[in-house]
């Protein structure tokens, strides 16, 4: 189902500020979970090795790793959810690429940013995808 919401090139921009933040935080809180989610991985590589040091006495010495990357994993899925509600589509963390639902001379596109490009410049249709993307008219950039 495509969204309802559509955005100009000038909305869309205006917006990237905003998304370049909540992207950049996203992208520390994946790093933060893949880096305790190897943690716990090699300490219960460990624990089946039978190289772990004695527990403190809990029965399950991995509860409280478990129950921050549980926390973690609900903190990705609202702010991966808060690109959806702000309508717009993030296709990707890393790098950042996010998609503004547009209309282009009576035809639905997606405007496409890009991490690391100063604006949004591009426009793909729905079925194309990031490698069919094409320059916006009059997007302001250099060929």
Known sequence: MKPVVTFTLEEANA???ELQEDLFKLQLLTQQFEMKFE????????????TLPADNG??????ELESQLEFMRMEVELA??????KGVLLKMINPGLIDFPSVLN???????????????????????GYKGRKRYPDAGLAE
Do not use: S
């Open 80 to 85: 991966v959810g808060n690109f959806e509600r």
């Open 15 to 17: 917006m990237l500020p």
């Open 58 to 63: 809990t029965d399950d010495p991995f509860f």
């Open 39 to 50: 943690l716990l991985h090699q300490l219960t590589k460990k624990h089946r090795e039978g």
């Open 106 to 128: 009576g035809e639905e596109i997606l405007i496409c940013w890009k991490q690391g490009e100063e604006q949004a410049a591009y426009y793909h249709g729905y079925d194309d």
